[in-house]
């Protein structure tokens, strides 16, 4: 029988611990909890008054406590937001490979097909804000970047709201094609995300040194673009030291949103670029007026074959601008429906060259930065290209710069042509001073059986793809430009 039996030690210890588990709890929770009801059921009593005044002074200890605490902390974490160099002197000789010398401590956020761009804040930035203490002009590596929470902000900093887009470029904002580049992944950015924010302001670099705006075109093309002036911010140095307090003069800035792009056009991708140039192309035609459907030259009309001859004056303009016109003029009136348009681009402003190039199915032109306006035209648009003597074996890659433009906007370059004959070189044959103090401003002659050959190419090709087009080319000129 007994054996039978559980083994009661065991099943009544068990039992035993249990019950003097709970009768403890039991009793801590008598001791505890019931003199606190009991407190704060009668308050009147100078007993419970004490009590309760105790634990009023305990609690408001064990706060200041850890108020304190976590003051310390924060002030710790403002102090110890590290600046670094905006310039990276390591990366210096190798600034367009891989990792730029610009905020070299961070990496980029890569999607497929899209910009290169830092955002912050960010999980890259471990929900950190950009700070940018940077109103150095002339040396880069004097100004510096820092990532900071934003309830701990260096104490010194000035928080900026909205949206910065903080641009670097190793080239140069004024100039129109390197302005352009440096712009344009932030347009790509902005269609990225459904066009939700425009930016509050820009902040522009070239090589880490701050400037203070960019060329009055690349303005333009912004400011129709985000429908809002330009706002370049360069951390006032006048203005900041002017005012009484010196410290808002040493402080950063720090952003509440900011996106960096470092990279110019970067890795985006064809399909992104070609939405981009449309943007721009829409807009900038939106904001100079243009009213397409009245307008019987427009790109509607197919049978038109709109050439346009854009001349510039002094370097690569053309040594006999006349006898180029009459080249061009005669393969035009070759061809029926086929008007020539003779402009000088110094003569234009920003919406007369929106306007030409908008109305030009071909445009010939020396190499220059007039041609950066071929963003205007329509889609498949041809472009014909001049350059100077020297050019072809001295110039580098940086010729090719028009011919890369026209295939991101979708336009045709349809070749250059070189000039064979100038001035000659007084310096050894590889000389740099043979480019940089010869050939570069060179200007441009002409060959009359060439001109008229490739003109008529170009104006055949153009006529068969305006009427093959004319089917699909429906919405063309529509008023209507994406993210509006
Ligand atoms: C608050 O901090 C002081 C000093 O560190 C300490 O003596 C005191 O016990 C703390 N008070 C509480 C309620 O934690
Ligand atoms: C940046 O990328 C490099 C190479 O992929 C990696 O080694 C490095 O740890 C990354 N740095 C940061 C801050 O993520
Ligand atoms: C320009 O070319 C035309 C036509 O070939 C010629 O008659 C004229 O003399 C040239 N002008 C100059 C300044 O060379
Ligand atoms: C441009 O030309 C390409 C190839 O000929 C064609 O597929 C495309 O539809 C054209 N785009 C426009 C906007 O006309
Ligand atoms: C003009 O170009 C043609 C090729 O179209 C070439 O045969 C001819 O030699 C060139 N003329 C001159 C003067 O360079």
Redesign the pocket.
């Known amino acids: 029988m007994e054996s039978e039996k559980p083994p009661k030690d065991f099943s009544y210890s068990k039992a035993s611990s249990i019950l003097y588990c709970s009768l403890k709890l039991t009793a801590i929770f008598l001791l505890t909890i019931v003199p606190l009801l009991f407190i704060l059921s009668s308050p009147t009593s100078t007993a419970t008054t004490l009590t309760l005044s105790y634990l009023h002074q305990w609690r408001k200890a064990l706060y200041r406590n850890a108020t304190k605490e976590l003051d310390d902390m924060n002030a710790k974490l403002q102090d110890s937001v590290t600046f670094l160099p905006l310039k990276d002197l390591r990366f210096a000789n190798k600034p367009m490979e891989g990792h730029t010398w610009f905020m070299s401590s961070l990496n980029d956020t890569f999607e497929e097909g899209e910009t290169q761009h830092i955002y912050f804040p960010s999980e890259t930035s471990n929900g950190r804000l950009l700070c940018i203490n940077g109103r150095n002009q002339h040396d880069g590596s004097m100004n510096s970047y820092g990532l900071a929470w934003p309830g701990s902000l260096p104490s010194t900093a000035t928080l900026l709201p909205g949206l910065t887009f903080v641009s670097d470029t190793y080239y140069d904002h004024e100039n129109l094609w390197h302005g352009l580049c440096a712009v344009t992944p932030f347009v790509g950015w902005h269609m990225k995300n459904q066009c939700r924010e425009k930016p509050t302001r820009w902040v522009l670099f070239h090589q880490g040194e701050v400037r203070t705006r960019t060329g009055s075109w690349v303005q333009n093309i912004m400011r129709a673009t985000f429908e809002e002036e330009m706002k370049v911010e360069y951390f006032n140095q006048e203005e900041s030291s002017s005012s009484s307090s010196s410290s808002s003069y040493k402080g950063a800035y720090c952003f509440e949103k900011a996106v960096v792009m470092r990279h110019n056009e970067g890795k985006m991708g064809q399909e992104r670029r070609l939405k981009v140039y449309n943007m721009l192309r829409c807009k900038t035609r939106q904001f100079c007026n243009m009213d397409f459907k009245d307008d019987s030259t427009s790109s509607r009309d197919k049978a038109v074959i709109r050439l346009t001859l854009l001349m510039r004056k002094g370097a690569r303009s053309f040594?006999?601008e006349?006898?180029v016109i009459?080249i061009f003029k005669r393969e035009c009136e070759r061809v029926e429906n086929c008007k020539l348009t003779v402009a000088q681009s110094e003569n234009l402003g920003f919406c007369d060259q929106v306007k030409l190039l908008s109305s030009t199915d071909i445009v010939a032109t020396p190499h220059g930065a007039q041609l950066t306006n071929m963003v205007f035209m329509d889609r498949n648009s041809s472009v014909m290209e001049f350059f100077p003597k020297g050019w072809l074996k001295h110039a580098g890659v940086g010729q090719y710069v028009f011919q890369w433009l026209a295939s991101w906007a979708g336009i045709s370059h349809e070749g250059a042509w070189w000039d064979p004959n100038g001035e000659s070189c007084p310096y050894p044959e590889n000389d740099f001073r043979c480019f940089t103090e010869i050939y570069k401003n060179g200007r441009v002659g002409y060959n009359?059986s060439y001109f008229a050959d490739w003109a008529r190419r170009v104006i055949d090709a153009a006529k068969a793809k305006k009427q093959a087009q004319a089917s699909n080319l429906q919405h063309e000129g529509s008023s209507n430009c994406e993210c509006s």
């Open positions: 040594k006999n006349s006898a009459q009359e």
